[in-house]
C-alpha cells in the first residue's frame, strides 16, 4: 500500500487513550519516531473508566512504570475483583475474582473437584479455596512473593492522563493544544495527509492514532469505517457518573449492583468514590436514571451528574489506510467488566508487535483487524453472560435479558458448561477459565456432571484435599493488613 518509511505519528486526542498510546510508542520506539499528540484542554473525557484489570499491571511493567509513583499520582487504590450483586437474583450476590480457584489437574479443572465435594458436603463456597476472593471479602491486601496475588488498579483517569503526559513527554511526545476542524487526506490513495486545527495548523503525518472517543473523527467521520451495533445483545445504552467523598475506607473491589434497567458502579479512590449507572433508556429516562444513582450513593456530592450516551459495538476494521483507531473510537463494550483500558493496552501491544516501519503492508492490516475482532467478540460474549444467565423477572428490563437470543459462540460456553463442567480458553483470551467459571456459578449454572477423574479420590482424600486448599488460603488472607493501611504506606497520595 505504501513503502514510505513510517517516521511522523500524529495522535488525534488525548485523554486515557491518546497518552497511554504516546506512553507505549515513546518508551518503546521514540528513539526512531516523531511522536506528536494533538488535544484540547475544553474537550472533557468520558471519565468513567476508574476501574482496571491485571493486564495493566503488565502493561506498566512493559514500560518500567514505577507503581508506586503512578498510584500516588492517580489517587490508585488495589481491586481484587468484582462484587455482583442483585444479578442472579434480588439479593444474591457473588464475586469475580482475579487469579485462579484452587488446584487443577492436567485432565481436569479444580471445579470438578469442587462439584464433587459439594455433592458430598465436603466443600464450602467455592470462593473459598481463592486468596483473592477471600481476601477482598476481607477489605486485605498485600503484594505477595512470586506474584502470589493478582491485583489490578482503582484509578482517577483525568489523573492518569496527567500521569501518562508527563511520562510520554519524557520521551520526546509533543503535545499540541488545538481543536481538529477538518482532517485532509491524499487525493490518489484516500490515506490521512494531515489535520488541521482551529488555529489553522496543519499537522501532518504517515501514520494517525484516533483517540477521538465516540465522535470518531478519523475513523468514522473521514474513513467512513462501519460500525457494527450490538444493542440487540447489549441493551444499555447511557451512563450517568458523578463523584462523591469517601465515608469510609476504601475497600478492594469494584461493586456491580443491578438495578431495575441497567446497573450502578461504586469505585472507591484515595480521595473519593466514582459512582454511576448504566442503563437502557428504552426502560427508564435519564432524570429518572440520575435519581435513582442520587438515591443510591454515600458521601457528600462533589460533581454534578452527566449524562453520557453510547453505542455497544465495534468498528468492522480499526485499522484502515494509515489510521489506527484506539478507545472509544474503535468500538464500546460498557465498562462491566473493566475490560475499556485494557483494550486500548491491547490494541498499543498490537500496534507495536505489528509496526508498519517500511511502510504499511496489507497483511498487517488484516492481522490486527483480525485480532482486535477476535478479541472484542470475546469479550463481549463475557459481557452478554451476565445479562442473559439470570433468575430475574421482575422487571421489564431484566425479562428482555434473560429472554433474548444470544451469539452463538456463547450459546456453546454455556450449554458446555451446564451439561459437562468444561470451560476452555481459547490462545490470547482475555478472560481465563476461572473467570467463566465464577460468573456461571454467580449467575446460577450448575454443570449437570463433573469429570470422572474426580472419582479417582475417595472421600477422605478429596474431604483433605479440599481442606488443604482452604486452610492455604485462610492462612494466607489472615497475615495480610487491611487495604486502607497498606495503601497508605505504600502509595498515599497527597490532597489533590
Known amino acids: 500500500m505504501t513503502s514510505k518509511r513510517i517516521q511522523k505519528i ?6 486515557t487513550a491518546g497518552w497511554m498510546v504516546a506512553a507505549g510508542l515513546s518508551r518503546t520506539l521514540g528513539k526512531a519516531l516523531d511522536i506528536k499528540l494533538v488535544e484540547s484542554d475544553e474537550i472533557g473525557t468520558v471519565g468513567v473508566g476508574e476501574a482496571t484489570i491485571p493486564t495493566l499491571v503488565t502493561f506498566h511493567r512493559l514500560l518500567d512504570i514505577n507503581e508506586q509513583e503512578f498510584m500516588a499520582a492517580t489517587q490508585g487504590t488495589f481491586k481484587l475483583g468484582i462484587g455482583f450483586e442483585n444479578w442472579r437474583d434480588v439479593n444474591q450476590h457473588y464475586i469475580h475474582s482475579f487469579g485462579t480457584t484452587g488446584k487443577d489437574h492436567w485432565t481436569a479443572g479444580f471445579q470438578h473437584f469442587w462439584l464433587k465435594g459439594r455433592q458430598r458436603n465436603l466443600a464450602g463456597d467455592y470462593g473459598d479455596y481463592c486468596v483473592e476472593l477471600k481476601a477482598a471479602l476481607e477489605n486485605k491486601f498485600a503484594h505477595l512473593p512470586r506474584s502470589g496475588m493478582n491485583y489490578a488498579f482503582h484509578i482517577d483517569a483525568g489523573l492518569y492522563a496527567r500521569f501518562l503526559r508527563k511520562f510520554s513527554e519524557g520521551y520526546g511526545v509533543k503535545r499540541i493544544e488545538g481543536k481538529i ?6 487525493d490518489d490513495t484516500g490515506f490521512i495527509k494531515a489535520i488541521r486545527l482551529d488555529s489553522g495548523a496543519e499537522i501532518e503525518g504517515d501514520l494517525f492514532i484516533d483517540c477521538t472517543g465516540f ?9 467512513h469505517e462501519p460500525y457494527e451495533d450490538w444493542s440487540h445483545w447489549l441493551p444499555c445504552d447511557s451512563a450517568v457518573a458523578v463523584q462523591t467523598e469517601s465515608v469510609g475506607d476504601a475497600i478492594p473491589l469494584t461493586r456491580s449492583i443491578a438495578r431495575e ?6 469505585i472507591p479512590l484515595q480521595h473519593r468514590v466514582g459512582n454511576g449507572m448504566v442503563y437502557c433508556s428504552r426502560y427508564i429516562s435519564d432524570e429518572q ?5 442520587l438515591a443510591n450513593i454515600e458521601g457528600k456530592v462533589r460533581t454534578e451528574p452527566r449524562v453520557i450516551k453510547f453505542k455497544p459495538g465495534q468498528r468492522r476494521q480499526t485499522w484502515v489506510k494509515n489510521c489506527v483507531a484506539v478507545g472509544l473510537a474503535s468500538g464500546f463494550i460498557e465498562p462491566l467488566e473493566s475490560t475499556s483500558i485494557h483494550l486500548i493496552g491491547r490494541s498499543i501491544i ?11 503492508n496489507p497483511s498487517d492490516i488484516a492481522e490486527f483487524n483480525r485480532q482486535t475482532v477476535a478479541e472484542l467478540e470475546h469479550i463481549r460474549d463475557f459481557i452478554v453472560l451476565h445479562y442473559h444467565v439470570t433468575n430475574r423477572q421482575d422487571t421489564p428490563f431484566w425479562n428482555a435479558c434473560r429472554t433474548m437470543e444470544i451469539p452463538a459462540s456463547l450459546q456453546h460456553r454455556i450449554d458446555l458448561f451446564r451439561e459437562t463442567g468444561r ?8 478472560f481465563a477459565e476461572n473467570s467463566w467459571i465464577q460468573v456461571m456459578l454467580g449467575q446460577g ?5 463433573y469429570h470422572q477423574v474426580a472419582d479417582l479420590m475417595g472421600d477422605a482424600e478429596l474431604s483433605r484435599f479440599l481442606d488443604q486448599i482452604k486452610s492455604q488460603v485462610d492462612n494466607t488472607v489472615l497475615q495480610l493488613p487491611k487495604h486502607q493501611a497498606y495503601v497508605e504506606q505504600y502509595c498515599k497520595a497527597t490532597a489533590p
Do not use: C, D, Y
Open 10 to 15: 500524529v495522535i488525534a486526542g488525548g485523554g
Open 215 to 223: 465522535r470518531a473523527l478519523l475513523i468514522g467521520q473521514t474513513l
Open 261 to 266: 434497567s441497567g446497573w450502578q458502579w461504586r
Open 289 to 293: 436514571a440520575k435519581q435513582s444513582l
Open 445 to 449: 449454572i450448575v454443570p449437570k456432571q
Open 423 to 430: 470451560v476452555f480458553r481459547l490462545q490470547n483470551e482475555l
Open 350 to 360: 498490537r500496534l507495536l508487535q505489528m509496526f508498519p516501519g517500511t511502510g504499511i
Open 181 to 186: 476542524t477538518n482532517v485532509l487526506t491524499h
